[in-house]
């Protein structure tokens, strides 16, 4: 079955602590997303990659890192700068053959929280 | 300022009954409109989209919506509700000359009564 799985599902860490998220997908799309979530907010993008060993800062870069070395995966690592990390991330993907019109295809989500 | 508004945060309705979500948008263009449903824990599921054309758009699990220019709204429709709708409804658009980035509304959470 094609589709993009996230781990780990929960996650807790301490303060101060680095931790990483594991984004794969097996739909070939070129196109990838990390999405914040909080209650009320909607979901606000943290960085994006069109193409591989490329990504771009999306609204709430500041205290997240990525890379994109691999077509079929998107780590995304929540450092110690980001102030207020305990959230639900949300990784998605897209063919992007469709960048505009094409539906996003989700992940079912990691929800870290920070003690 | 270019947005997506989604005016409810919490709906409840009873098991039966019709449902409107509203949303609304701020942009120059008409942007490409976008519905998605989340159950609680998971990711985002597709529900319809609307491009051009025929403003009464269908999608999937029974679900509607109608564009309507005049008023700069994309307001999601079911005729009866099930328990299994019970989710978060999240509108999202996409500005047809700046980019192909999705900007969310916040969401409207629906509760269903039995």
């Known amino acids: 079955d094609g589709g993009i799985t996230q781990s780990p599902k929960y996650l807790f860490r301490k303060e101060g602590q680095n931790v990483t998220l594991s984004c794969e997908q097996n739909l070939n799309h070129d196109a990838m997303y990390w999405y914040r979530q909080d209650p009320g907010q909607g979901l606000r993008l943290i960085y994006y990659s069109q193409i591989v060993n490329d990504f771009q800062k999306g609204d709430i870069a500041e205290g997240y890192s990525v890379s994109r070395e691999k077509k079929e995966s998107f780590p995304l690592t929540v450092t110690s700068a980001q102030k207020n990390p305990t959230a639900f991330y949300l990784c998605a993907s897209k063919d992007s053959g469709n960048l505009n019109t094409g539906e996003l295809f989700f992940g079912e989500g990691s929800r870290l929280t920070v003690l | 300022a270019q947005s997506v508004t989604q005016p409810d945060i919490h709906i409840t309705v009873s098991e039966g009954a019709s449902l409107e979500l509203r949303c609304n948008y701020s942009y120059g263009a008409t942007p490409y409109l976008f519905w998605y449903v989340q159950s609680p824990g998971q990711g985002l599921q597709l529900l319809l989209k609307?491009?051009?054309?025929?403003?009464l758009v269908q999608g999937i699990k029974g679900f509607e919506a109608e564009f309507k220019r005049s008023q700069s709204s994309f307001n999601l429709r079911k005729p009866s509700v099930h328990w299994s709708d019970a989710a978060e409804y999240f509108c999202?658009?996409?500005?047809?000359?700046?980019?192909?980035?999705?900007?969310f509304g916040g969401g409207t959470r629906l509760m269903v009564k039995p």
């Open positions: 999202a658009v996409v500005p047809r000359h700046a980019g192909n980035m999705l900007t």
């Open positions: 609307y491009f051009s054309g025929d403003t």
